[in-house]
């Protein structure tokens, strides 16, 4: 196997009391520092998402501040990690929205209003309880209704979650959405969490 094979995987960087509540999806992890008050020593952690939703952490390092965030890295950065706001906070260019759906809804939905330059990096459609009707979902803007998440790539009738790594960037100010073409449905709902860069 290369490195070119392994999974991609987007680390976000900051201090450990601004790490977001829960991971925005399971290819994201977060590499917390933690400031005690046992200078010149700071605490590191790496917490990485699990299929549950939640963070797990999985690596605790001590060091004696040097340099900031670069003096945790030695020996993580590696081939199949990207690391997307190295020595900022986990707020620093990097944002997550996140919209509710359900069977009885309007659609479109929008999600956000981003600004010139934005970059989307996940669409992560959850399907939480089964649609029974017919038809899909789309993500996209009042340009191009799919040009986020096509309706292939998701399946309203089975429980799961669909993702799409688009890394679209829209050049002017735009509106993303959710569309619907579900017809005849009684039950079903769901999450859409948008990632995105600014």
Known sequence: MSLSDLPLLRIAVGDLEDRPTRPPSTQWGYWAVERRNDAPYYHYRLYLATQAGTWEEVLLRRNAFTDGFSAGFQGIATGGVVIINEGGGASAGVNAEEIEFAYN??????????????????????????????????????????????????????????????????????????????????????????????
Request: net charge negative; aromatic share 8%.
């Open 105 to 198: 809804g309007s659609f479109p939905i929008d999600i956000v209003e981003v600004e010139p330059d934005a970059l989307i990096l996940e669409i992560r459609l959850i399907i939480e309880s089964a649609f029974n009707g017919m038809g899909s979902f789309t993500v996209g803007d009042p340009a191009d209704s799919d040009r986020l998440m096509l309706t292939s790539e998701n399946a309203p009738g089975t429980v799961g979650i669909y993702s799409t790594n688009p890394d679209y960037r829209y050049l002017v100010t735009n509106t993303v959405r959710l569309y619907s073409s579900m017809t005849g449905a009684t039950q079903g709902s769901g999450r859409l969490v948008m990632v995105y860069r600014v």
